[in-house]
């Protein structure tokens, strides 16, 4: 079993649609949460960074960690074609490496 | 500010032969990491450098390798290439070893 689960999907929804993505892990000493976004054969590029559970909120982003559940969410409202990429989750222990999910691709519909 | 770079964007190698990485970390970060990425599938963790001195490896053979220089830009050496070793290879820097990452546009590199 891998440390940090998502779901690859394709995820397809139509413009302006309210899109969920979700990951879980297994190991409780991560404390560090984030969410990149990659585009084809592009470098992921940071979304949003959180640390413990709790809600955090930048423009159209939601990213929401619930650790006693090893869940976290990102959500994104408003959709647009631009949003269109891969999703990938990450986290830490305030160590060194990320631990990545395989990532969500991602399709806005226009 | 430039964000982090990484050179070449691209390169095709065979079999058994050695490539080398290079990356330069955004101003003012220490801190580089390396990442494999092979297609459809998340990063792994390669290796971590902070000033200089390796933080951390990931379960990679020996036949990687890296080091950092003085100015914190960052070199991957790969020996006896396989194709398994076809992938997209990132580059992140941080302003310590703990903070974000942030990330490179990747080097592409195809085994055959």
Redesign the interface.
């Known amino acids: 079993q891998k440390e ?1 689960e ?1 779901d ?1 999907g394709p995820l397809s929804v139509p413009e302006g649609a309210i899109v969920s993505l979700n990951c879980t892990y297994s190991n409780s000493a991560f404390q560090y949460f ?1 969410w ?1 976004r990659q585009y084809s ?6 979304l949003m ?1 959180t640390y413990s559970s709790g809600n955090k909120e930048d423009g159209r982003f939601t990213a929401q960690v619930d650790k006693s559940s090893k869940y976290i969410s990102l959500f994104i409202r408003d959709s647009q074609p631009s949003d269109s990429a891969t999703y ?1 989750c ?1 986290m ?1 222990n ?10 969500t691709r991602l399709m806005v519909k226009p | 500010d430039a964000g982090v770079t990484q050179s070449p964007t691209h390169l095709i190698k065979t079999r058994g032969q050695h490539v080398t990485l290079r990356c330069s970390p955004i101003s003012g970060h220490k801190s580089v990491s390396w990442y494999q990425q092979v297609l459809g599938q998340g990063p792994q963790f390669i290796f971590q450098y902070y000033e200089k001195e390796e933080r951390g490896r990931g379960n990679f053979p020996d036949r990687f390798s890296a080091r950092q220089f003085p100015n914190y830009s960052s070199e991957l050496n790969v020996n006896a290439l396989l194709l398994g070793d076809s992938a997209l290879y990132l580059c992140a820097s941080s302003s310590g070893g703990a903070d974000t990452q942030y990330f490179g546009p990747g080097t592409r590199l195809t085994v055959l």
């Open positions: 940090v998502q690859p984030m990149y054969r592009k470098g992921p590029e940071l960074y990938l990450a830490n305030a160590g060194n490496m990320l631990t990545f999910g395989g990532g």
